[in-house]
């Protein structure tokens, strides 16, 4: 079954460094979304992206955030300058369509430690 | 914003009796329900969902049933399995036709089915 890849598993860094999260989607799949979650706390919605722009975003998404459709098979997530509130489960999603009968396929996460 | 509400943080249920995942929530917006399943160290995995035009979805093992008077959703796994032992998020989305599937996660309930 096609899946969502996420690279890497386990990411390091300290406080104000730049960090780039990856993310390879299923192949037919149009829509686009990072998700995070806190250690102890629920799954939170950051973005949704499709067609080459941000459709919809969180309070939580400012502007150390942003997203990237660099060629036609990946999907980055950039922190520019971490915290370390940061510090999350990062998971990347896609789904075929937007419409609510398209569940969100959901890859493995990047543990982002921020220290 | 509790809008999604998962009030059981764990269940422990016998082999092959039944699982029942309760979930509530409070936006009357929300027409589309799903149900994930999250292994330790993956992903959260699509099972099952439903749209708010029924009360009633049926997969195999797993049944969800939605009152929408209520505002109340729920899983039945019958029968249980030792591989069903996962934390469970319920989530909902708003806008059914042309949404950006934005979910909102309740906080999970761990299901342990014991052999």
């Known amino acids: 079954e096609p899946e969502v890849t996420q690279t890497p598993s386990h990411q390091v860094t300290q406080m104000g460094q730049e960090v780039i999260l990856r993310c390879v989607p299923i192949?037919?799949?149009?829509?686009f979304y990072w998700y995070r979650q806190i250690l102890g706390q629920k799954v939170e919605f950051l973005v949704s992206?499709?067609?080459?722009?941000?459709?919809?975003k969180s309070e939580i998404f400012d502007d150390q955030f942003s997203v990237e459709r660099p060629d036609g098979s990946n999907f980055t997530l950039k922190i520019r300058s971490t915290k370390l509130e940061d510090s999350a489960m990062y998971f990347c999603?896609?789904?075929?369509?937007?419409?609510?009968?398209?569940?969100?396929?959901f890859g493995n996460g990047t543990r982002l430690t921020v220290t | 914003d509790q809008q999604v509400k998962q009030n059981s943080p764990s269940l422990s249920v016998q082999e092959g009796r039944i699982s029942i995942l309760n979930c509530d929530y409070t936006n009357s917006m929300f027409d589309y329900f799903l149900w994930y399943k999250k292994y330790p160290a993956e992903g959260p995995t699509f099972l099952i969902s439903i749209s708010s035009i029924k009360d009633k979805n049926e997969d195999g093992r797993f049944t969800v049933f939605l009152n929408k008077s209520a505002k109340h959703l729920s899983l039945h796994i019958v029968p249980s399995q030792p591989g069903d032992s996962a934390v469970y998020f319920c989530?909902?989305?708003?806008?059914?036709?042309?949404?950006?599937?934005?979910?909102?996660f309740g906080t999970g309930t761990l299901l342990a089915v014991q052999p």
């Open positions: 989530a909902a989305s708003a806008g059914y036709g042309g949404a950006t599937n934005k979910l909102i």
């Open positions: 992206f499709y067609n080459n722009e941000i459709s919809e």
């Open positions: 192949s037919n799949h149009l829509y």
């Open positions: 999603a896609s789904s075929a369509s937007g419409l609510n009968n398209s569940p969100l396929h």
